[in-house]
T-cell receptor, first 109, second 115 residues
Framework: DAKTTQPPSMDCAEGRAANLPCNHS???????VYWYRQIHSQGPQYIIH???NNETNEMASLIITEDRKSSTLILPHATLRDTAVYYC??????????FGKGTRLHILP | GAGVSQSPRYKVTKRGQDVALRCDPI?????LYWYRQALGQGPEFLTY????????KSGLPNDRFSAERPEGSISTLTIQRTEQRDSAMYRC?????????????FGEGSRLTVL
């Protein structure tokens, strides 16, 4: 079973920042937070991951609360191509990676 | 270098037939995962390997499903006596060792249709 809770869907205007929340209140100290997205019928694509510090790469930023019970994925300037299902996953070490239902993000023109 | 390659891309079979789906991971990748995805649903974990060792097969639905990775590279997912409910997209992914083990690279999938 997925260890995360995400809203089923969200809208964001093109050019604005998309902020996708994720709750993981039962996260353990050795579990990382991962984000993936899946565009239409393609395979899932890795976005970013972190343990407790905020992380940023060319795709997105990951903000993890101090108590690590929730996190937010930020797409700084959303485009229509960012329309996808976004999955938040918690995972320890090299354990299996379990996808939940994710958030369907619609970018509005 | 090439990405994760899956074959066949499309497979149509009759109920009761056996099917074998192949995954060729990125060269040197240690971990290999199999997922199943129904339309409109998230990927459902089936099994995964580190090298040739099957680490977890708890997601395999029943004993008609099996997977192997005998030399730690190419993997085959076999479904025996297929049923209509087995129709889905089957996705394979691989990852490197160490800190990046959670960064999975997915193939384009094998779409199975059981008539």
């Amino acid at each position: 079973d997925a260890k995360t809770t995400q809203p089923p869907s969200m809208d964001c205007a093109e050019g604005r920042a998309a902020n996708l929340p994720c709750n993981h209140s039962t996260i353990s100290g050795n579990e990382y937070v991962y984000w993936y997205r899946q565009i239409h019928s393609q395979g899932p694509q890795y976005i970013i991951h972190g343990l407790k510090n905020n992380e940023t790469n060319e795709m997105a930023s990951l903000i993890i609360t101090e108590d690590r019970k929730s996190s937010t994925l930020i797409l700084p300037h959303a485009t229509l191509r960012d329309t996808a299902v976004y999955y938040c996953i918690v995972r320890a070490g090299d354990d299996k990676i379990i996808f939940g239902k994710g958030t369907r993000l619609h970018i509005l023109p | 270098g090439a990405g994760v390659s899956q074959s066949p891309r499309y497979k149509v079979t009759k109920r009761g037939q056996d099917v074998a789906l192949r995954c060729d991971p990125i060269s040197g990748h240690v971990s290999l995962y199999w997922y199943r995805q129904a339309l409109g649903q998230g990927p459902e974990f089936l099994t995964y390997f580190n090298y040739e060792a099957q680490q977890d097969k708890s997601g395999l639905p029943n004993d008609r499903f099996s997977a192997e990775r005998p030399e730690g590279s190419i993997s085959t997912l076999t479904i025996q006596r297929t049923e209509q409910r087995d129709s889905a997209m089957y996705r394979c992914a691989s990852s490197a060792q160490g800190y990046l083990t959670g960064e999975l690279f997915f193939g384009e999938g094998s779409r199975l249709t059981v008539l």
